[in-house]
C-alpha cells in the first residue's frame, strides 16, 4: 500500500491554485457572495461528467444566460433562455426543471446549505458518525424528486441520481468537497459538515489509481467502493481523508495522457 508521505507529496504538487483553472470549481471562485459560489458549485457540479473541455464549455454557456447575477437569475425564475440547452443524456425539459427547483428553493429558505444541513442533520449524523447503508444524501435527492414536473425523463435521473441506486455520488460528494473543505482549491463555507466527514469523489481516474496504489479492492466503482476507499483514506488521515482525491485524480489524468 502506498504510504502517507507518498500521498501527501502528491497532494502538494497537485492541491494549488492552478488546479482550478482547468477544474469546473473554477466557476465558483468566480463569485463572492455565499449564495452564488454555493449555486454555481451545484451547477457545475451536475454537468461534471464526460469530457472535461465540453461541459466547461457547456457551463460557461449556462452561466452567461445569468449576466453575472447567478442568484437574481435562479431567484427570477424565467428560464426561457435555457430552452435548446442540452448536454449528452440530458435535454431542456430535464434541465430547466432543475433551474426551477432552485428558484423554488432559494425564494422560500435559505438555499443549498439549508437542504443539505438538514439533510444530513435528519441522517442522525454526529461526531461519531458512521456510514450507513442509506446515503445522507437521499433527502436532498428526494426534495428535488419530489418537486419535479411528471415530463422529466432519464437525463433528469442521470443529473439527479438516486443513492438508493448504490452509486458512487461522485458528483454530489465533489460538490460537498468544495463547500465545505477549505485549501487552495476548495472554497469551505459550510460549517455543519467537518471535512472528516465527507465521502471520497469516485471517478475512474481515482477508482483505477486507487486500486493500483492497494487503497481498494472492490470492482465496482459503486457507493460500497467509496466507504471501502474513504475508510482507509481515514486511516491514513483522520480528520481530511478526501485531500487525497487531489493526489489521485490528477495523477491518474496525468498517467492517462501518458
Known amino acids: 500500500m502506498i504510504t502517507k508521505t507518498e500521498l501527501d507529496k502528491l497532494v502538494e504538487k497537485y492541491e494549488t491554485v492552478d488546479f482550478i483553472k482547468d477544474d469546473p470549481i473554477q466557476f465558483c471562485h468566480r463569485y463572492n457572495q455565499k449564495e452564488e459560489i454555493e449555486l454555481a458549485g451545484f451547477i457545475s457540479s451536475l454537468f461534471a461528467y464526460g469530457n ?3 461541459f466547461i464549455k457547456k457551463l460557461e454557456d449556462i452561466f452567461s444566460k445569468a449576466d453575472n447575477d447567478l442568484l437574481g437569475y435562479i431567484k427570477n425564475g424565467d428560464f426561457t433562455n435555457l430552452k435548446g440547452v442540452e448536454y449528452r443524456f440530458s435535454k431542456d425539459r430535464d434541465i430547466i426543471p432543475i433551474f426551477e427547483i432552485l428558484s423554488k428553493l432559494y425564494n422560500e429558505s435559505n ?4 437542504l443539505f444541513k438538514y439533510s444530513w442533520l435528519s441522517s442522525g449524523a454526529n461526531s461519531d458518525f458512521k456510514y450507513k447503508e442509506q446515503h445522507f444524501l437521499q433527502t436532498v435527492v428526494d426534495y428535488f424528486y419530489h418537486q419535479a414536473p411528471k415530463i422529466y425523463t432519464q437525463g433528469f435521473y442521470h443529473m439527479i441520481p438516486n443513492p438508493k441506486n448504490g452509486g458512487a455520488m461522485k458528483r ?3 460538490f460537498l468537497r ?6 487552495p482549491v476548495d472554497l469551505g463555507i459550510w460549517e455543519f459538515m467537518q471535512p472528516k466527514d465527507l465521502l471520497i469523489p469516485l471517478d475512474v481516474h481515482v477508482a ?3 486500486r493500483q496504489m492497494t487503497l481498494l479492492e472492490r470492482k465496482s466503482n459503486d457507493f460500497q467502493a467509496v466507504k471501502e476507499l474513504t475508510n482507509n483514506l481515514k486511516n ?3 480528520f481530511d481523508p478526501v485531500k487525497y482525491d487531489f493526489a489521485m485524480f490528477a495523477f491518474g489524468v496525468e498517467l492517462n495522457k501518458k
Open 178 to 183: 468544495w463547500m465545505v473543505r477549505k485549501g
Open 236 to 238: 491514513i488521515c483522520s
Open 208 to 210: 483505477r489509481v486507487s
Open 172 to 174: 454530489m460528494n465533489m
Open 111 to 114: 438555499g443549498l446549505e439549508e
Open 52 to 54: 472535461r473541455k465540453m
